[in-house]
């Protein structure tokens, strides 16, 4: 079986690196020498282990990206660029017929689901890429929907600590209101407790000093009305590796839809997970 090709987007975002270096030491894959980068990057390379990476920047994609197709055959695009350069991006990849893997939060989620529907392809569009965490967030669904109002009457904290170049509140956090809303909690995105201060992961959490450039932590409590009974559900991730695993296991499920010649559909890290 050839490896499959891969384009990695939001180069030299510490993501996108990250996910592009395990596509490198793997041999089901290939990664092509050009990412797509934002304005805001000066350059025309980026150098990963003995790798060069072409960097194209906004201006010259849809000049330069025929040129590349024509060149490497048919590929892959992963994203993980700006949650800004989310809609446009996808309308790009639409535009030029590229199947792409979105592990970029932010942006008009509906919006972007609807040009992929609209559109010959096939993606993967999902908050989180990490397969244990959807795994979780597929119990809590199962719960919502299996016992509608089980916490009425209980308040709810969710928190949630990331890097401080993130820029966006948690994708994963934001999914997770709907699923206590089903279960008799009133919560709505603006409640989460965002945390984005070095200082404060360090001395008041135990964020471990070489993970806070990168960490998502993660902590769910309810409180009965009377506050004699309390849960709590947490998910601490240091580090990017688990959402570039992920993200590997979505690039091959893709594939495989690629292959069987699916278009126009949208699909997620559970349907990742089912088709493991």
């Not at 089901?28 to 025309?44: C, H, N």
Request: glycine share 8%.
């Amino acid at each position: 079986m050839h490896p499959i090709k891969i384009m990695a987007n939001g180069i030299p975002g510490n993501m996108a690196v990250t996910f592009a270096a395990h596509a490198i030491n793997d041999g089901r894959f290939a990664l092509i020498p050009y990412a797509l980068t934002g304005p805001e990057i000066t350059g025309a390379d980026y150098i990963l282990g003995s790798e060069s990476i072409r960097l194209i920047h906004p201006d010259e994609r849809d000049r330069v990206i025929p040129e590349i197709i024509t060149a490497e055959g048919a590929f892959i695009s992963v994203d993980f660029s700006h949650p800004a350069a989310v809609n446009h991006n996808a309308a790009f990849y639409c535009r030029h017929n590229l199947p792409f893997v979105m592990g970029t939060t932010g942006g008009q989620r509906q919006a972007l689901e609807d040009a992929v529907r609209l559109s010959s392809i096939p993606a993967v569009i999902a908050p989180n890429m990490a397969k244990q965490i959807v795994g979780f967030q597929t119990m809590m669904a199962y719960a919502a929907e299996m016992f509608p109002d089980l916490f009425k009457g209980y308040s709810l904290t969710i928190a949630e600590s990331h890097q401080k170049g993130k820029a966006d509140t948690s994708g994963t956090a934001k999914a997770m209101i709907g699923y206590f809303n089903a279960m008799g909690v009133p919560f709505s995105e603006h409640d989460i407790i965002k945390e984005r201060n070095p200082e404060v992961q360090r001395s008041k959490l135990g964020v471990p000093e070489e993970h806070l450039s990168g960490h998502a932590w993660h902590t769910y409590t309810l409180l009965s009305e009377d506050q004699t009974v309390s849960f709590s559900f947490s998910h601490n991730v240091n580090g990017r590796d688990v959402y570039a695993l992920g993200t590997l296991d979505a690039v091959v499920y893709l594939d495989a839809k690629i292959r069987q010649g699916v278009q126009g559909t949208v699909f997620d890290m559970i349907d990742v997970l089912k088709g493991l």
